[in-house]
């Protein structure tokens, strides 16, 4: 099978450099990228099972991998969910999957959102984490835009093993993630 270039860039020249930057001795204890989960909500559209299915399958496409639906825990009167109702779906991706997501990810859909001006630095949480949101699925080239019949959104996290924020950031960024400069964070 076919290395992932994000894969490749990562154990070329980002842990080298996090080693250097971080003063890590262990090649072990260098910051990884350990999962990404892909969620997706369908509260809204619970009604139109039609829009529910497509943006299901949509989800499957892009990840390539089957989904997990995910139910109501409780019951919320004014969300009009019971519990046990399917008001999502998630995918957890790992090894080979996860990478060439990410480089498409990178790569593919994120400059071909409209209006981007990078990822704020404040979606790389205090563990080291990034959760992002993707507005149009359309941005993926899986999809074909044509045959598109509801645009949705859906979230994705990068779950990795850096010990705080700066070991993120610092992983994120020598992957290839468009981090926003610090000037853009300080006027908004």
Same mark, same amino acid.
């Given at each position: 099978?076919?290395?992932?270039? *994000?894969? =490749?860039?990562?154990?070329? &020249? %980002?842990?080298?450099?996090? +080693?250097?930057?971080? @003063?890590?001795?262990?090649?072990?204890?260098?910051?990884?990228?350990?999962?990404?989960?892909?969620?997706?909500?369908?509260?809204?559209?619970?009604?139109?099972?039609?829009?529910?299915?497509?943006?299901?399958?949509?989800?499957?496409?892009?990840?390539?991998?089957? *989904?997990? =639906?995910?139910?109501?825990? &409780? %019951?919320?009167?004014?969300? +009009?969910?019971?519990? @046990?109702?399917?008001?999502?779906?998630?995918?957890?991706?790992?090894?080979?999957?996860?990478?060439?997501?990410?480089?498409?990810?990178?790569?593919?859909?994120?400059?071909?959102?409209?209006?981007?001006?990078?990822?704020?630095?404040?979606?790389?949480?205090?563990?080291?984490?990034?959760?992002?949101?993707? &507005?149009?699925?359309?941005?993926?080239?899986?999809?074909?835009?044509?045959?598109?019949?509801?645009?949705?959104?859906?979230?994705?996290?990068?779950?990795?093993?850096?010990?705080?924020?700066?070991?993120?950031?610092?992983?994120?960024?020598?992957?290839?993630?468009?981090?926003?400069?610090?000037?853009?964070?300080?006027?908004?």
């Amino acid at each position: 099978m076919k290395i992932s270039p *994000i894969k =490749k860039v990562y154990s070329e &020249k %980002a842990v080298p450099a996090l +080693k250097k930057e971080f @003063g890590i001795q262990n090649l072990l204890a260098v910051p990884r990228v350990g999962k990404v989960v892909v969620n997706v909500g369908t509260g809204k559209i619970l009604k139109d099972s039609k829009r529910v299915e497509e943006a299901l399958a949509d989800l499957e496409i892009i990840t390539g991998q089957k *989904i997990l =639906k995910t139910k109501a825990r &409780k %019951a919320i009167a004014n969300f +009009k969910t019971r519990t @046990g109702l399917e008001i999502g779906a998630r995918v957890t991706l790992h090894g080979e999957r996860m990478w060439n997501f990410l480089d498409r990810l990178i790569n593919v859909a994120l400059p071909r959102t409209r209006d981007f001006q990078g990822i704020p630095r404040s979606a790389v949480d205090q563990s080291g984490n990034c959760n992002l949101g993707i &507005k149009e699925h359309v941005v993926f080239p899986e999809i074909i835009p044509e045959k598109v019949q509801h645009i949705f959104s859906f979230q994705v996290n990068i779950v990795t093993t850096a010990k705080n924020q700066q070991q993120g950031e610092a992983l994120f960024r020598l992957l290839g993630l468009p981090l926003q400069p610090e000037e853009i964070k300080k006027k908004k």
